[in-house]
């Protein structure tokens, strides 16, 4: 049974950083894309950032790629989330995501586990 279990949301400042970490059980760990989410009140869970399966490759939805960073660490069986200079925009719950595939995908359904989600809020 894979579980996921976020931690690292929290509240900041405009223009202030978070890091958000996930951590993973299970055996296809390291054969599958991870992603990141997030929702917002009233507006649909959205992609912000993927890896594939090596971590060799990364893709950002637009405009987060300047600010956001994201890793793997496949012998921890953890996936990070590193958002800098971050916007009010950003305040959301953030959820990390095993895929079904080795490759990134933005697509929600290409992702079979989630972790319970962990809430960032920027404040001015």
């Known amino acids: 049974q894979v579980q996921l279990v976020e931690s690292g949301g929290g509240f900041v400042q405009v223009g202030g950083s978070l890091r958000l970490s996930c951590a993973a059980s299970?055996?296809?760990?390291?054969?599958?894309?991870l992603g990141w989410f997030r929702q917002a009140p009233g507006r649909e869970r959205e992609f912000v950032a993927g890896?594939?399966?090596?971590?060799?490759?990364?893709y950002y939805a637009d405009s987060l790629e300047a600010r956001f960073t994201i890793s793997r660490d496949n012998a921890k069986k953890m996936v990070h989330l590193q958002m800098n200079s971050l916007k009010l925009d950003d305040t959301a719950v953030y959820y990390c995501?095993?895929?079904?595939?080795?490759?990134?995908?933005?697509?929600?359904?290409?992702?079979?586990?989630w972790g319970q989600g962990t809430q960032v809020t920027v404040s001015s």
């Open positions: 299970g055996s296809t760990f390291s054969n599958s894309a």
């Open positions: 890896i594939n399966w090596s971590g060799e490759s990364t």
């Open positions: 995501a095993l895929g079904r595939l080795r490759f990134i995908s933005t697509a929600t359904m290409d992702y079979q586990h």
